[in-house]
């Protein structure tokens, strides 16, 4: 046993050599040492969160931690088999090799990956919108970059597109986004009460900032309505949120305006009849 435990597999020029013994003793502590880094680098990351970091600088820290702990790992295994530096050179240019050829797109993710961590144009929680996919960013990996969209269903994008392409963050800053809302009334509604009751509606969301002030303005003489419209900020976390919001107000607005006598317009036509033969014209009792 001591015989094959001590067995010579590789030797080197300057007398060093790669038993059995040493290999074992290499991948053991490689193995353990992944695991030790793996179990660190959650404590790390959850510790964090008791520290009320955000979740993104806990995960950026919990990544660097496991990452310095899988080096020292590397190069205590290296340590453990006595294998000279030089050994490496021809495997390391072959590798060079291989990744210029055949890992060009997995290397430029990787790299993509970090530049998010340490630049953070992108963070855990937030809501983005990419190639007309919207939805909540909830990992930050090595490759891709998982996002959970509006429907529910989670898509995995390559870190190198966010990176590469436009993106629009709607949380970056802060969660404010300004949205409009436009209502149509009918011709001979008093315009100064419609006005009233449209910042009312708007003013008594509790969604709806008031700094910046709404802005209510009469738009336009439209071919069946006058059209108002209003405009205001509101504090949401994506656009579901926003359409909520909107529905809200569509709501209060019916109610404040029938409850004022203000009809909401809808398309109305006058037709004209070039005949000389008389039209029996009956009006029903209900006046329908």
């Known amino acids: 046993m001591g015989e094959f435990w001590n067995r010579a597999l590789i030797s080197f020029q300057d007398g060093a050599s790669l038993t059995v013994g040493l290999l074992v003793s290499a991948v053991v502590v490689l193995l353990l040492g992944l695991g030790i880094s793996a179990w660190v680098a959650r404590l790390v990351g959850k510790r964090m969160l008791r520290w009320k970091l955000t979740p993104d600088t806990a995960f950026v820290l919990q990544r660097v931690t496991f990452v310095a702990l899988v080096i020292i790992t590397v190069m205590t295994a290296l340590s453990l088999l006595k294998v000279p530096i030089t050994a490496f ?63 529910g269903v989670h898509i995995m994008v390559p870190n190198s597109v966010l990176i590469e392409r436009t993106l629009v963050n709607w949380t970056l800053v802060d969660p404010n986004v300004r949205t409009s809302l436009s ?25 709806i900032l008031r700094t910046p002030e709404p802005v209510v303005l009469f738009n336009d003489f439209g071919d069946s309505a006058l059209v108002f419209e209003a405009f205001f900020w509101c504090s949401v976390t ?29 398309p109305q036509r006058d037709l004209h009849l070039k005949t000389t033969v008389p039209i029996d014209v009956r009006i029903p009792p209900d006046g329908r």
């Open 238 to 266: 994506g656009e579901r949120e926003l359409r909520r919001v909107r529905s809200d107000l569509r709501y209060r607005i019916d109610e404040l305006f029938r409850e004022h006598g203000i009809t909401i317009a809808f």
């Open 89 to 151: 050179t021809f495997m390391s240019g072959a590798i060079a090799i291989g990744v210029g050829f055949g890992a060009q797109n997995i290397i430029n993710n990787f790299i993509s990956g970090w530049i998010l961590m340490s630049e953070r144009p992108v963070r855990i929680g937030d809501f983005i919108e990419i190639d007309g996919s919207m939805g909540t960013v909830e990992r930050v990996g090595n490759r891709s970059t998982q996002i959970r969209r509006v429907d």
């Open 183 to 207: 209502v149509g009334v009918a011709y001979g509604s008093p315009v100064r009460q419609v006005e009233q009751l449209f910042r009312r509606a708007v003013e008594e969301h509790p969604q």
